[in-house]
Every structure is written in C-alpha cells, then in structure tokens.
C-alpha cells in the first residue's frame, strides 16, 4: 500500500468538493479500493498503485473540467472516471463560465465586434452608454486569458473621481476610501472567479485593482490591463495610463462620453484620445449603443429619456443664442442709425 498526495491548484475546493462534500463522496465511491482523505485544497490517497494511477488521472482531468467551467456535476464526475467524455457545454460563443456554471456571452452584436477586436488588437476602445456590457464584456475576456495563462495577471484600473461627493471625507483609509469606486470591478470579478480563488490571486498580485493615479511609472508585461470609466481621465492621465504598456499585454479602455464627471473647464482624456489615435495600426474603437443594453428594461428607457432631454436643452440653447445673437445685430442697426 502506498501513500499519494495530490494538490489541487487551479481551483476552489469547494466547488470541486461539492456542497456538503457530495462530490468527494461520490469519487469516493467510485474508488471502494482506495482510501481518500481532503483536506483544503490537498488530497491524500492510500491504496493499491495501479488503481491510484487511474484515480490520479481522473483527477487532473476532473479539476480541468472544474477550472473551466466553474462547476462540476455529478454525472461529469461519472462519466469522466467511467472512461466517457463528458456531454460538450461549450458553444463558440462562451467567454467564461460564470462561478454558477453560467455561459457568459457576448450578448449583442457590439458586444461581440468587441471580443473579436481584442483577438486581433492589442489595445481596445469599447465606448457606450451604462448598460451595455463594455466591462463586464472586457473583463471576462481578462478572466479568459488568465485562465488560458496567455497571461500572467490582469490590472483593473479607474480614476477616481468625485460625482457629487466629496473623497476627503469619505471614511478610513486611502484604500476605503478608493474601493467604492472600484466595486463594479469587484461585482465582476466575483460573478466569474471562486471566492477562495479570487481572494487568493488579489493576495498574490495576480489581479491587482488600482486607482489611475498609482499606474505612474510602471511598464505592465504579460497582462491584460483595463481601464474603466475613461472618460472621466485628464489628456495627461490617459496618455501615462496608454504608455504603460509593455511586451504581451493588452489593454482595453472603457468609458460613456455621455457620463463626463470633470470640471467644465477640462477635456475628457477618452475624447481626445479617440480622435488623436483613431488612424493608428493595431488599435481598434468598438462603439455600443442603446440597443446593447443588458440590464433591466428600463434602463433604455431612462437613457431615451436623457437622450430625449439633451437635445431638447441643446435646442433651448441654440434658440436662445440665436435670440441674442438677432437682439445684437437690432441694437448695432439701432446704434448705426442714431
């Protein structure tokens, strides 16, 4: 009788284990011969060789089918160890598998120009309006790559700027004070990665989440690296956050023209930048729409309504400056004439 132990790496126990451990039971009685003992994410087999040798085999491929999709059934269980392939769950279409075993897709013929600009771009602009899918879009394609290890980490980054409240007296920590504004990062995240896996690869830098401001000076290698809400960055900003770009990285930016939360007086960085690099080699622009909203209903609705209004507005004020402009020229013809 001999001793192995096998350490599952790729992914969360828990969700290999199964809830109340039913996986680790029925794999248990698959193999009567053996005796299986799991302790976090290390296995400890005793028994006869030959059949440990099976056993570890399917293993390695039942944590590949977990890695993948995020779950593992009891019939996959069984028809993996019983020698079967197990019933295909993957269509073209899936980016990611969601932590409920969930296909994420793109969703929208936008959404998928934008996972066919980033297979054959380097850097990406997906600009449109709240709803639409650009990050969550953007971010399962990071979670993609990470797990296909075409890449050694993923970089998450906004600006943080103030809409109306006022960072200074927000409480605790600079760190308190900025995760707020990187929660819808975090919501994503979490749809996607294990728990225990996510707060694993955050501890070890894997994926790293971080303010604008503390890109400065860095080159970002082997990573795919997003930047989220970009229309809120300054022309220096977004041009420091797009130098930092190093060997086998990609970088994809978000944002929605239409959401500025900067003074008057500055030029959203997202704006400039689509007009001063839209010509250039290996950079591709995705832009979204109304019709790529995924969220509730009325959130269409909502932004035909805003729509609706600005341009209403808009013609307030041309109407109004066009007034002035005619009282202007009426008093220089009054003024002329005295």
């Known amino acids: 009788m001999i001793e192995r132990l096998i350490v599952l790496e790729e992914i969360d126990p828990v969700v290999f284990y199964g809830i109340n451990n039913t996986n680790l039971q029925l794999i248990k009685a698959l ?11 290390v296995i400890k087999v ?5 059949e440990m040798t099976a056993f570890e085999e399917h293993i390695v491929k039942l944590e590949k089918h977990c890695h993948e999709y995020n ?22 279409d899936v980016i990611v598998f969601s932590t409920t075993g969930k296909p994420i897709i793109p969703r929208s013929e936008n959404q998928k120009k934008l996972v066919e600009g980033f297979a054959k771009n380097d850097m990406i602009f997906a600009v449109g309006p709240a709803g639409s899918g650009k990050t969550y ?23 943080a700027v103030e809409a109306g409240e006022k960072l200074g007296f927000l409480p605790g920590d600079m760190k308190e004070k900025i995760d707020p504004y990187l929660q819808p990062l975090y919501d994503a995240l979490q749809d996607m990665i294990p728990a225990a896996k996510l707060k694993e690869y955050m501890e070890q830098n894997v994926i790293q989440i971080a303010p604008l ?14 930047l989220d809400e970009a229309q809120n960055t300054t022309s220096q900003q977004i041009k420091m956050f797009l130098t930092r770009m190093g060997i086998n990285t990609k970088m994809i ?49 909502i932004v035909d309504a805003y729509e609706k209004f600005d341009k209403e507005i808009k013609a307030e004020r041309e109407q ?14 009054i003024l002329k004439t005295l």
Request: charged fraction near 30%.
């Open 213 to 226: 401001a503390f890109m400065r000076g860095r080159t970002l290698n082997d990573a795919v690296v997003i």
């Open 71 to 92: 779950s593992l059934k009891e019939d996959v269980i069984v028809d993996i160890i019983k020698g079967n392939a197990p019933q295909a769950e993957k269509s073209g």
């Open 46 to 50: 005793l028994g006869d060789e030959k």
């Open 320 to 333: 109004r400056k066009a007034e002035q402009e005619t009282l202007k020229n009426q008093s220089t013809q």
């Open 31 to 41: 193999y009567p011969k053996l005796r299986i003992v799991a302790r976090g994410n």
């Open 137 to 159: 879009t953007a971010i399962a394609l990071a979670v993609r790559a990470l797990k296909n290890k075409e890449i050694k980490k993923i970089i998450l980054s906004r600006p």
């Open 253 to 301: 930016v978000t944002g929605d023209i239409t959401q500025i939360d900067l003074p008057p007086s500055q030029t959203s960085g997202l704006v400039q930048s689509i007009r001063i690099l839209k010509h250039v080699k290996g950079i591709a622009f995705i832009e979204l729409n109304k019709k790529d909203i995924v969220r509730h209903k009325l959130v269409e609705r």
